[in-house]
Nanobody, 119 residues
Framework: QLQASGGGLVEAGGSLRLSCKTSEGDLSYYYMGWIRQAPGKEREFVAGISWPGRNKNYAGSVKGRFTISRDNVKHTVDLQMNSLKPDDTAIYYC??????????????WGQGTLVTVSS
């Protein structure tokens, strides 16, 4: 079970930090990532990080503004979101995949946390 937290309401230009943890086991050897789904839109890959964290990749729309990181001692994965825009408004899901980089088809998902960016 993946648990995401840290969402909320923020003004455009502001920052939020999302965090993901597991309620059982740990995140060792898993590729981790964040996926988001805006109202009326399909799920969209946001950011991914390999095990143990050497490789990271980002969607073009968030590159330079968002940073993904993982703490392999605490077994958490964070997403630092800066310079937020109204278009970033979505439910953000933490996702995991043992076989390869996280995508919208990742097998393991958390419950999501809502991020709302006001203009």
């Amino acid at each position: 079970q993946l648990q995401a937290s840290g969402g909320g309401l923020v003004e455009a230009g502001g920052s939020l930090r999302l965090s993901c943890k597991t309620s059982e086991g740990d995140l060792s050897y898993y590729y981790m990532g964040w996926i988001r789904q805006a109202p009326g839109k399909e799920r969209e890959f946001v950011a991914g990080i390999s095990w143990p964290g050497r490789n990271k990749n980002y969607a073009g729309s968030v590159k330079g503004r968002f940073t993904i990181s993982r703490d392999n001692v605490k077994h958490t994965v964070d997403l630092q979101m800066n310079s937020l825009k109204p278009d970033d408004t979505a439910i953000y899901y933490c996702a995991a995949d043992r076989a390869g980089p996280v995508s919208t088809r990742a097998p393991f998902w958390g419950q999501g946390t809502l991020v709302t960016v006001s203009s």
